[in-house]
């Protein structure tokens, strides 16, 4: 069973940056794994940032690419969510997903519990 699970998140003023990573807990490599990362606000529907292949391809939401780049290191089997130019309603909680695919798939059956990114001065 793949577990994952995020770091990096914290407090950051707005204008700021944070890395978030994304690794497993259960031993698995990501190799085989689409990996994708989302954030959820409260009040707001869970918002799709970008996905991974394990082939390195990626894919975006329109509202937020040229801010946020995702990438791995196959050798620290860890995907990154790098953050810049952070505002307030970047605030949420961000989660990373996980599904055995060579594409990133609509759905994914492995989540994190998440971490907690607030953007304030």
């Known amino acids: 069973q793949l577990q994952l699970v995020e770091s990096g998140g914290g407090l950051v003023q707005p204008g700021g940056s944070l890395k978030l990573s994304c690794t497993t807990s259960s031993g698995i490599s990501l190799d085989r794994y689409a990996i994708g990362w989302f954030r959820q606000a409260p009040g707001k529907e869970r918002e799709e940032i970008a996905c991974?292949?394990?082939?390195?391809?990626?894919t975006y939401g329109d509202s937020l690419k040229g801010r946020f780049t995702i990438s791995r290191d196959t050798a620290k089997n860890t995907v990154y969510l790098q953050m810049n130019n952070l505002t307030a309603e970047d605030t949420a909680t961000y989660y990373c997903?996980?599904?055995?695919?060579?594409?990133?798939?609509?759905?994914?059956?492995?989540w994190g519990q998440g971490t907690q990114v607030t953007v304030s001065s």
């Open positions: 991974i292949t394990f082939y390195g391809r990626t």
């Open positions: 997903s996980g599904r055995h695919s060579s594409y990133c798939p609509s759905e994914f059956p492995h």
